[in-house]
């Protein structure tokens, strides 16, 4: 079964260390989305690519964190400087389409946990 | 806005009894996901519910949902103890910049 693939699967790192995530979608999955869960909390979106372009990066903190997917198909997100409030597991999820067209279902990846100490 | 409210948030039951987890949303949408989250684990994909009165059944969940009133519901039938996780509904906000709005999650315990 295809699988969004996600490392490192476990992070830890000291606060203002500069840390990044890779993810690589299912193949021919034109939607790619990173989002945050703190614990005890539902998903968070940050950002979310059609292709190799932003559709929407409204909640992802810009002044610290950055995404790209230049090729259209896998994907970093880079957190320079780290803060202690970014402990957090960081999801990564493809889909084939746009949300609203067909049932279009979010696979999410294994996840990278992160600690900033 | 969109907001997504789940309750209960914590759930203990016993096996062989049957509860329904609801998922309110304060807008209108045309669909709705329910995920599965075992802990320190990744989301599964349990279903998807596209249309008003749409009904879903997997093994014992049953979701269904109602637009009018703009709820759904994840029902589970004759717990056991496998089905102990984390249970989250989303909503698409069916806006001009869609995205998956997601409520809190529901922890269920299943108890021998």
């Known amino acids: 079964e295809a699988e969004v693939a996600q490392s490192p699967r476990y992070k830890i790192t000291e606060k203002s260390q500069a840390v990044a995530f890779w993810c690589d979608p299912i193949?021919?999955?034109?939607?790619l989305y990173w989002y945050r869960q703190i614990l005890g909390q539902g998903p968070e979106l940050l950002v979310q690519f059609q292709d190799e372009s932003v559709v929407d990066d409204s909640q992802l903190p810009k002044d610290r964190f950055s995404a790209e997917r230049l090729k259209g198909v896998d994907s970093t997100l880079k957190i320079q400087p780290a803060e202690l409030g970014d402990s957090a597991m960081y999801l990564c999820?493809?889909?084939?389409?746009?949300?609203?067209?067909?049932?279009?279902?979010?696979?999410f990846g294994a996840g990278s946990r992160l600690t900033v100490l | 806005e969109l907001k997504v409210e789940q309750n209960p948030l914590f759930l203990s039951m016993q096996e062989g009894k049957n509860y329904t987890i609801y998922c309110n949303y304060s807008t209108t949408s045309d669909r709705l996901y329910w995920y599965r989250q075992d802990p320190g684990k990744s989301l599964e994909s349990l279903f998807v519910?596209?249309?008003n009165g749409a009904v879903k059944q997997e093994g014992r969940l049953m979701a269904s949902l109602d637009t009018k009133a703009r709820l759904s519901t994840l029902h589970i039938t004759a717990a056991v103890h496998d089905l102990s996780a984390t249970y989250f509904c989303?909503?698409?906000?069916?806006?001009?910049?869609?995205?998956?709005?997601w409520g809190l999650g529901t922890s269920l315990a299943v108890n021998p």
């Open positions: 193949s021919g999955h034109a939607t």
């Open positions: 999820a493809s889909s084939l389409g746009f949300l609203g067209s067909g049932a279009n279902v979010l696979t």
């Open positions: 519910l596209l249309s």
């Open positions: 989303a909503v698409d906000n069916a806006g001009n910049n869609r995205k998956l709005i």
